[in-house]
């Protein structure tokens, strides 16, 4: 997902282990340390919660930390009240779930804050019947998407589907795409075009075998910077291609 960011945003990850490699030029990696102290000194320890805290001072656009499960979480949703962009995981069954966690200890957010999060996708790990064995094989799927308009006021945009391995979508329940009509001055079947598109491109990558994280970047920052020209040239033309 943070391959679709666009190109040129300053972005800081936030993490325990270095495990994201993002192919942005404006991009910083910090890394939490653990104290060298003996016994109960903490001397020399960094924490997320630092790290959060200090991220803060380069003023960047996103600020992505690997998992939440402490009192970093408040400085993330500050950073996130100042205007900042976020992006974090953490351990939840679902959405009530994960708010719940979120507002108790050692978290402590405010259900004021809730709707500072624009979005929350739930990941799980399902087993699929093969096509031509029969044979269950494990695979991950987002298995919805939920926008949040209030504490306890959730909106279903995507869900899925395990009979037909497919995902429904509800658009017109968020809160995200009018927002998006708003500020971009489009109307619902240009954003709906839009949306297409970019569908389009990402299957275009799928079918060209095209999965290598840099590469994907590349065709992402391509699309940013000239979409027509880019669209005609490549997902248009291919289709072209295929019908001839």
Same mark, same amino acid.
């Given at each position: ?71 970093? #979480? ?166 072209? #291609?295929?019908?001839?």
């Amino acid at each position: 997902m943070a391959c679709l960011i666009k190109p040129g945003s300053k972005i800081i990850t936030i993490e325990e282990t270095a495990e994201l490699n993002l192919p942005h030029e404006n991009w910083v990696s910090l890394i939490s340390r653990r104290s060298y102290g003996l016994g109960e000194s903490h001397s020399g320890e960094v924490s997320l919660f630092d790290l959060v805290k200090t991220s803060m001072r380069h003023r960047p656009d996103l600020i992505m930390v690997g998992e939440i499960r402490g009192n970093e #979480a408040y400085t993330l949703f500050q950073a996130l009240a100042t205007g900042h962009g976020g992006m974090a995981t953490m351990h939840a069954e679902n959405i009530d779930s994960a708010v719940k966690r979120l507002i108790q200890k050692p978290m402590d957010i405010a259900p004021a804050y809730m709707p500072l999060m624009n979005m929350v996708a739930s990941i799980q790990r399902v087993h699929l019947p093969q096509s031509k064995t029969g044979e269950m094989k494990a695979y991950r799927r987002i298995l919805s998407v939920d926008e949040i308009a209030d504490y306890e006021d959730y909106r279903n945009i995507f869900k899925w589907k395990a009979a037909e391995d497919f995902h429904g979508s509800v658009l017109k329940n968020g809160l995200m795409l009018p927002a998006i009509m708003e500020r971009r001055g489009f109307t619902w079947q240009e954003l709906l075009m839009e949306m297409k598109r970019r569908e389009n491109v990402l299957r275009w990558m799928r079918t060209r075998n095209i999965r290598s994280y840099k590469e994907v970047a590349g065709i992402i920052t391509e699309y940013y910077a000239r979409p027509d020209e880019f669209y005609a040239r490549e997902v248009e033309a291919d289709a072209a #291609a295929k019908l001839s």
